[in-house]
């Protein structure tokens, strides 16, 4: 693309490089993540053999130089930096609107902000490390501390990467850049102009840093200062200058290499240079010393990173995409670098990378597909030479990403691109990112918690050299060993630790498949296990203490809270504890959630609880339980206390008196499970006497009143005799329909076979019905339908045969008859079908119709 006149501004910060070139300051304006960038500062360090290095990160990284420089330190790697920030604090800075005074009452909470500083082997930055080294360079990094970068930006994220690109991303130049070159986004420019040049114009460094100091700039020429200061960028700019400033003052004779991103080298040379060589006043060391010393409360740690994870930043403008792709790339380069008047060109060694992940890809792709979808040697074929042909078409030396993905959805899709199924581009993108787990020293500082929990799961076998998930299958009954493992693994899913979720196994918390002698998780071990980790290593030192505080503070937020359902929630905890084998403390909460139950005044909430408890109860040998007793006697309590909370059943409201009736249904369950210990029999009478003494006050809630008489015959508690007299009573002539209608409706719910069994039910209803009004009839009609799903198509046969004998009704009377059709009708049919199927053809509707 031909050049352009470029604005003053841009060519007189051309003209401060040039001038701070020769009082030895060079600049490396890169892209985060680009082995173009890479290469061409290779080549600048190589060649200039600086006695400094400085790199765009926060200062406070200093403190873990010597493990990056580690031999044993292999990308990707990232640098996790933690500071904590008081709440009141951010407030105050990013809220104008309140006064100084008011913030004196304001409660004073501490969160902790973490950043990433991701390295892979084709980072500039990493290169810029290496090369150092090599060359015996002092390293500088030279941007603000994380602390106060937090400060700065005014930003709700918790966590985010310090390689931010958003500024390129949603620049209206490069937007525009790209319509004219016709890529699809600000990436595509980028490798277009850069990545895919010859390998021997990105050794011209002089050139290649011009580019893309000019693109990086007029990106930046969309902003204006003010949203910059807003956004911390000017700031931390400022901070970057003054170290600069400051080493060159100190050190006049200090051959420099500025490595930064390329959005701001604009600011640094016009701050650098102003007709000459601008040194740091007084004032501007003295802030500077003064960030410097808050980025004490940095806390930064060398973790190992993986290529997925770094795919997954770099979506979010945090540099290039795909990362095994252009890890590939980078070893070219490297191969180029050693042999560079061998017959290989640059376009060769792109084809060969082109060759080797089409073929990687479409071996993954034959794996999923069924044989009649496989890709086989012709597609493969076609979507390299389409990819080599596309790049030749686009002025690039060899076929790059976007050649490459362009030539598989040419060649691989057969149809419209929109019928593909996701997993198709799923496994390429993989492919793309890769799954590379980067290595740190073993004896570098990590906390504590970190190297518990990593030596913990290597004893229990699992795997974790890679971030590919795994499945583990683990015999929780039979298996001493498997049991620990799967209360290990609940203790880190109860902590959020990231690193497993269960995908099948008895569920106590629930009561579902307790009979499953397995349980099934999906683990993988990432960067973000380990940040999570370092973040809880402010809270302990040991996971069982960690999980036992988060249990305390739950239980005491629910007294301070007054919640209205405590036992409820607070027996969740009992069983957390139970399946993480908290054994020391389980007693302990029994004991508190006693105390709940005492004051709990929701029927529904402590049946609920009763259900949880027997569910512990059920598996207290698999969860080895040392407070069976305790278990035992807290069962007996409940439905003491539950008895004190039925007068709840008698809520007149219609859909109050269905959630009463689930939870009566609910109540009758856990009486009739309770361990034997606890005379079962003599606590369903309890169960029913209390009913009893209940039923004058239900007058106004007949839906309980039929489930409470239709379970009591159930459980043989009252006969059938009594029953019948019941329910001729609830259908009495001058009982009102809607009560009747609610009466039969909770007998149907509970017990509808009752209907059959019951020829008094079953008449009391033909006699209530005989005697409605056809509007009450039309309005009841509905529940009447619902009661009657209750049955089966068997059941229904048979009442249908009680009410024809009853009303001499013969049985042919109640059948559908079906009709037959002669010949003349099948041919007139067949005749509409065609006409209407030709008028379909004309009017081009089939499709339509399809769909």
Same mark, same amino acid.
């Given at each position: %693309?031909?050049?352009?006149?470029?604005?003053?501004?841009? /060519?007189?910060?051309?003209?401060?490089?040039?001038?701070?070139?020769?009082?030895?300051?060079?600049?490396?304006?890169?892209?985060?993540?680009?082995?173009?960038?890479?290469?061409?500062?290779?080549?600048?360090?190589?060649?200039?053999?600086?006695?400094?290095?400085?790199?765009?990160?926060?200062?406070?990284?200093?403190?873990?130089?010597?493990?990056?420089?580690?031999?044993?330190?292999?990308?990707?790697?990232?640098?996790?930096?933690?500071?904590?920030?008081? +709440?009141?604090?951010?407030?105050?800075?990013?809220?104008?609107?309140?006064?100084?005074?008011?913030?004196?009452?304001?409660?004073?909470?501490?969160?902790?902000?973490?950043?990433? &500083?991701?390295?892979?082997?084709?980072?500039?930055?990493?290169?810029?490390?290496?090369?150092?080294?090599?060359?015996?360079?002092?390293?500088?990094?030279?941007?603000?501390?994380?602390?106060?970068?937090?400060?700065?930006?005014?930003?709700?994220?918790?966590?985010?990467?310090?390689?931010?690109?958003?500024?390129?991303?949603?620049?209206?130049?490069?937007?525009?850049?790209?319509?004219?070159?016709?890529?699809?986004?600000?990436?595509?420019?980028?490798?277009?102009?850069?990545?895919?040049?010859?390998?021997?114009?990105?050794?011209?460094?002089? *050139?290649?840093?011009?580019?893309?100091?000019?693109?990086?700039?007029?990106?930046?020429?969309?902003?204006?200062?003010?949203?910059?200061?807003?956004?911390?960028?000017?700031?931390?700019?400022?901070? %970057?200058?003054?170290?600069?400033?400051?080493?060159?003052?100190?050190?006049?004779?200090?051959?420099?290499?500025?490595?930064?991103?390329?959005?701001? =080298?604009?600011?640094?040379?016009?701050?650098?240079?102003?007709?000459?060589? #601008?040194?740091?006043?007084?004032?501007?060391? =003295?802030?500077?010393?003064?960030?410097?010393?808050?980025?004490?409360?940095?806390?930064?740690?060398?973790?190992?990173?993986?290529?997925?994870?770094?795919?997954?930043?770099?979506?979010?403008?945090?540099? %290039?995409?795909?990362?095994?792709?252009?890890?590939?790339?980078?070893?070219?380069?490297?191969?180029?670098?050693?042999?560079?008047?061998?017959?290989?060109?640059?376009?060769?060694?792109?084809?060969?990378?082109?060759?080797?992940?089409?073929?990687?890809?479409?071996?993954?792709?034959?794996?999923?597909?069924?044989?009649?979808?496989?890709?086989?040697?012709?597609?493969?074929?076609?979507?390299?030479?389409?990819?080599?042909?596309?790049?030749?078409?686009?002025?690039?030396?060899?076929?790059?990403?976007?050649?490459?993905?362009?030539?598989?959805?040419?060649?691989?899709?057969?149809?419209?691109?929109?019928?593909?199924?996701?997993?198709?581009?799923?496994?390429? &993108?993989?492919?793309?990112?890769?799954?590379?787990?980067?290595?740190?020293?073993?004896?570098?500082?990590?906390?504590?918690?970190?190297?518990? #929990?990593?030596?913990?799961?290597?004893?229990?076998?699992?795997?974790?050299?890679?971030?590919?998930?795994?499945? *583990? $299958?683990?015999?929780?009954?039979?298996?001493?060993?498997?049991?620990?493992?799967?209360?290990?693994?609940?203790?880190?899913?109860?902590?959020?630790?990231?690193?497993?979720?269960?995908?099948?196994?008895?569920?106590?918390?629930?009561?579902?498949?307790?009979?499953?002698?397995?349980?099934?998780?999906?683990?993988?071990?990432?960067?973000?296990?380990?940040?999570?980790?370092?973040?809880?290593?402010?809270?302990?030192?040991?996971?069982?203490?960690?999980?036992?505080?988060?249990?305390?503070?739950?239980?005491?937020?629910?007294?301070?809270?007054? *919640?209205?359902?405590?036992?409820?929630?607070?027996?969740?905890?009992?069983?957390?504890?139970?399946?993480?084998?908290?054994?020391?403390?389980?007693?302990?909460?029994?004991?508190?959630?006693?105390?709940?139950?005492?004051?709990?005044?929701?029927?529904?909430? #402590?049946?609920?609880?009763?259900?949880?408890?027997?569910?512990?109860?059920?598996?207290?040998?698999?969860?080895?339980?040392?407070?069976?007793?305790?278990?035992? !006697?807290?069962?007996?309590?409940?439905?003491?206390?539950?008895?004190?909370?039925?007068?709840?059943?008698?809520?007149?409201?219609?859909?109050?008196?269905?959630?009463?009736?689930?939870?009566?249904?609910?109540?009758?369950?856990?009486?009739?499970?309770?361990?034997?210990?606890?005379?079962?029999?003599?606590?369903?009478?309890?169960?029913?006497?209390?009913?009893?003494?209940?039923?004058?006050?239900?007058?106004?809630?007949?839906?309980?009143?039929?489930?409470?008489?239709?379970?009591?015959?159930?459980?043989?508690?009252?006969?059938?005799?009594?029953?019948?007299?019941?329910?001729?009573?609830?259908?009495?002539?001058?009982?009102?329909?809607?009560?009747?209608?609610?009466?039969?409706?909770?007998?149907?719910?509970?017990?509808?076979?009752?209907?059959?069994?019951?020829?008094?039910?079953?008449?009391?209803?033909?006699?209530?019905?005989?005697?409605?009004?056809?509007?009450?009839?039309?309005?009841?009609?509905?529940?009447?339908? +619902?009661?009657?799903?209750?049955?089966?198509?068997?059941?229904? !046969?048979?009442?249908?045969?009680?009410?024809?004998?009853?009303?001499?009704?013969?049985?042919?009377?109640?059948?559908?008859? /079906?009709?037959?059709?002669?010949?003349?009708?099948?041919?007139?049919?067949?005749?509409?079908?065609?006409?209407?199927?030709? $008028?379909?053809?004309? /009017?081009?509707?089939?499709?339509?119709?399809?769909?």
């Amino acid at each position: %693309m031909a050049r352009s006149p470029l604005p003053q501004r841009l /060519q007189n910060a051309l003209t401060c490089r040039d001038a701070l070139q020769q009082v030895q300051i060079y600049f490396a304006p890169v892209r985060h993540h680009s082995p173009a960038c890479s290469y061409a500062l290779r080549q600048l360090i190589t060649q200039i053999k600086p006695t400094h290095v400085l790199i765009e990160a926060p200062d406070s990284f200093s403190a873990i130089l010597e493990e990056l420089l580690n031999n044993k330190t292999q990308p990707p790697i990232a640098i996790l930096c933690q500071t904590d920030l008081q +709440l009141d604090q951010i407030v105050l800075e990013t809220n104008d609107e309140y006064e100084e005074d008011d913030t004196a009452n304001m409660p004073a909470h501490q969160i902790t902000r973490s950043a990433f &500083y991701p390295f892979c082997s084709y980072s500039p930055e990493w290169q810029a490390i290496q090369l150092a080294k090599q060359y015996n360079a002092k390293i500088q990094f030279i941007d603000l501390p994380w602390a106060e970068q937090v400060t700065q930006e005014f930003t709700p994220q918790q966590s985010k990467s310090l390689l931010s690109e958003t500024y390129l991303k949603h620049s209206q130049y490069i937007t525009q850049l790209a319509k004219k070159l016709h890529c699809r986004d600000h990436d595509e420019v980028w490798e277009h102009l850069f990545e895919l040049r010859n390998f021997t114009d990105l050794a011209d460094w002089q *050139t290649f840093f011009e580019d893309t100091f000019i693109w990086c700039a007029m990106a930046r020429l969309d902003y204006d200062s003010s949203s910059l200061e807003a956004e911390g960028s000017s700031q931390r700019e400022q901070h %970057m200058l003054t170290a600069i400033g400051r080493l060159k003052k100190s050190t006049p004779d200090a051959k420099i290499v500025v490595v930064t991103g390329g959005f701001h =080298t604009l600011a640094l040379f016009e701050g650098l240079w102003q007709n000459k060589l #601008v040194l740091p006043k007084k004032s501007d060391i =003295t802030r500077f010393n003064r960030q410097q010393k808050n980025g004490d409360r940095d806390r930064t740690w060398l973790i190992r990173y993986s290529f997925d994870r770094l795919d997954a930043l770099n979506g979010y403008t945090a540099g %290039m995409n795909s990362p095994a792709y252009y890890q590939e790339s980078w070893l070219s380069m490297l191969a180029y670098e050693q042999n560079p008047n061998q017959s290989q060109t640059t376009q060769g060694y792109r084809q060969a990378q082109a060759l080797e992940f089409l073929s990687a890809i479409a071996d993954k792709l034959r794996k999923k597909q069924s044989d009649s979808d496989a890709i086989g040697f012709i597609p493969l074929k076609s979507a390299i030479e389409q990819a080599c042909l596309l790049a030749e078409l686009r002025g690039h030396y060899g076929p790059g990403r976007y050649d490459l993905l362009d030539g598989m959805q040419s060649a691989f899709i057969k149809g419209s691109i929109h019928d593909v199924r996701s997993d198709f581009w799923q496994i390429v &993108y993989r492919s793309l990112s890769g799954n590379q787990l980067g290595q740190i020293p073993d004896n570098i500082a990590s906390p504590p918690l970190v190297n518990q #929990v990593y030596a913990t799961l290597k004893q229990y076998r699992f795997k974790l050299d890679d971030t590919l998930p795994k499945i *583990t $299958h683990i015999d929780i009954y039979r298996k001493p060993e498997h049991r620990q493992r799967s209360r290990f693994l609940h203790l880190l899913a109860f902590l959020d630790v990231g690193f497993a979720n269960r995908l099948d196994g008895p569920n106590y918390q629930y009561g579902t498949r307790l009979t499953i002698m397995f349980e099934d998780w999906q683990y993988l071990w990432t960067p973000m296990v380990e940040a999570r980790l370092i973040e809880l290593s402010e809270q302990g030192t040991q996971l069982e203490q960690i999980a036992l505080q988060k249990l305390q503070q739950s239980m005491e937020q629910l007294t301070e809270e007054g *919640t209205a359902h405590s036992c409820q929630s607070a027996v969740k905890g009992v069983i957390q504890a139970a399946l993480m084998g908290l054994q020391s403390y389980f007693t302990q909460l029994l004991a508190k959630l006693s105390t709940y139950l005492d004051v709990d005044n929701n029927l529904l909430s #402590v049946v609920n609880c009763g259900h949880r408890l027997l569910y512990l109860w059920q598996g207290r040998d698999f969860l080895a339980l040392n407070a069976s007793s305790t278990l035992l !006697a807290l069962l007996a309590k409940l439905p003491q206390q539950a008895f004190f909370l039925l007068d709840a059943l008698k809520q007149p409201n219609t859909e109050q008196q269905q959630e009463n009736l689930k939870t009566l249904l609910l109540f009758r369950n856990l009486i009739n499970n309770l361990p034997e210990q606890l005379d079962v029999k003599k606590l369903k009478q309890d169960f029913y006497l209390n009913l009893y003494r209940l039923q004058p006050r239900l007058n106004k809630a007949p839906l309980i009143c039929g489930a409470i008489d239709s379970i009591a015959y159930l459980d043989c508690q009252i006969s059938q005799s009594e029953l019948d007299h019941k329910i001729k009573v609830a259908f009495d002539s001058g009982a009102q329909y809607e009560q009747a209608s609610c009466y039969f409706m909770g007998i149907m719910q509970c017990a509808p076979e009752l209907i059959i069994h019951s020829s008094q039910l079953l008449t009391s209803l033909d006699e209530l019905l005989a005697h409605w009004e056809q509007e009450q009839f039309i309005k009841i009609l509905p529940d009447l339908r +619902l009661a009657f799903t209750q049955l089966t198509p068997k059941q229904n !046969a048979m009442i249908a045969e009680k009410i024809s004998k009853k009303y001499n009704a013969q049985k042919e009377k109640l059948s559908f008859q /079906q009709y037959k059709f002669s010949d003349e009708d099948l041919q007139k049919s067949l005749s509409l079908e065609l006409s209407v199927c030709q $008028h379909i053809e004309q /009017q081009q509707l089939q499709d339509w119709f399809k769909q």
